[in-house]
């Protein structure tokens, strides 16, 4: 029984919260008195949400919607980049919001390091989007969760923890 345990550190979204959470945007754009004649248009792609609307005060009226109901679902806000609205055509608004996924390969290095520093009985190994940690004891385990966890703040990626075996 002295194998050694481990689990994986991801950066990921549940995509049918997501897409509940925009459809109950959708719906409360369509029946708000204020929003509904913005000619809004809400369209979800793999990798972001474009919003189209009828000026900026409409755009921070929903996007403050968007925020309420990812909250509601267990989404993180931290999912969301926002981009810099931008004008389109026919006097509109359109807001790009990036959809963040997986660990970059700067904050990966930043989460190893900081594991390594800390945690000496810890090993901690890039694997593409996500790390793998390991050790010898389910306690150590626990206490680079507790240290995961503190850290989360500061990152600008939601964490999860998966596979822990």
Known sequence: MAGTYSFDVVSDFDRQEL???????????????????SNTEVQL???????????????????DILRKKAIKRNLSLKIFDFQNPESSSGNRVKQKILLKKGLNQEIAKKISKSI?????????????????????????????IQLLKEMEDELEVPLQFENYR
């Open 19 to 37: 897409l509940n959470a925009v459809d109950q945007l959708r719906r409360e754009v369509s029946q708000r008195y204020d929003l509904k004649d």
């Open 116 to 144: 390594r520093d800390q945690l000496k009985k810890i090993n901690a190994s890039i694997q593409g989007e996500s790390i793998r940690i390991t050790g010898k004891s389910k306690d150590d385990l626990q206490s680079a």
């Open 45 to 63: 792609d793999e990798s972001e949400l474009v919003i189209t609307t009828a000026s900026e005060m409409t755009l921070e009226a929903i996007e």
